[in-house]
């Protein structure tokens, strides 16, 4: 597996797309809009690729001000969760956000996933809320680990 910047608006980014689609949206009965994708054109795009050359995982780092970055859509192929693909591209994305000056990462976590964030050392902050139907948490680490 290879984890490696991807960059808007490219056939990876397209890939990626497909690969969010599939795992985070349609399941919910969702779609991206044209002006949702259109917002990540500045973020970081993170993806990781198996040995085929295909996209297998996505996740992308969204700058909120000059120290906290979001981390957003993360996604594994169904065919490669719980095969460490996921801790990999959070792995990668935490060491990017230090290189990138930001103190710390956030995100809104499902609540079916918080067990797989609270293993990598994020903490709770906050209540459970509502996001796309779903229940979420708040979650956060520091970059100074």
């Not at 910047?5 to 009965?29: C, K, W």
């Not at 295909?54 to 700058?63: A, D």
């Not at 996933?113 to 050392?121: D, E, G, I, T």
């Amino acid at each position: 597996m290879t984890i490696c910047q991807i960059e808007f608006a490219t056939p990876e980014y397209d890939e990626a797309v497909n690969l969010r689609m599939e795992v985070l949206r349609r399941p919910l009965g969702l779609i991206y809009t044209p002006e949702q994708l259109a917002a990540e054109w500045d973020n970081l795009h993170l993806a990781a690729f198996d040995n085929s050359g295909r996209i297998v995982g996505y996740l992308n780092l969204t700058p909120e001000n000059d120290t906290i970055v979001k981390m957003r859509q993360v996604a594994v192929a169904p065919s490669e969760q719980g095969k460490g693909v996921g801790t990999a591209l959070v792995e990668d994305a935490e060491i990017r956000a230090v290189q990138l000056n930001f103190k710390e990462i956030t995100l809104h976590a499902r609540k079916t996933a918080v067990p797989f964030y609270l293993k990598l050392c994020y903490e709770l902050l906050g209540n459970e809320f509502e996001e796309v139907n779903l229940p979420h948490f708040k979650m956060r680490k520091s970059t100074n680990f």
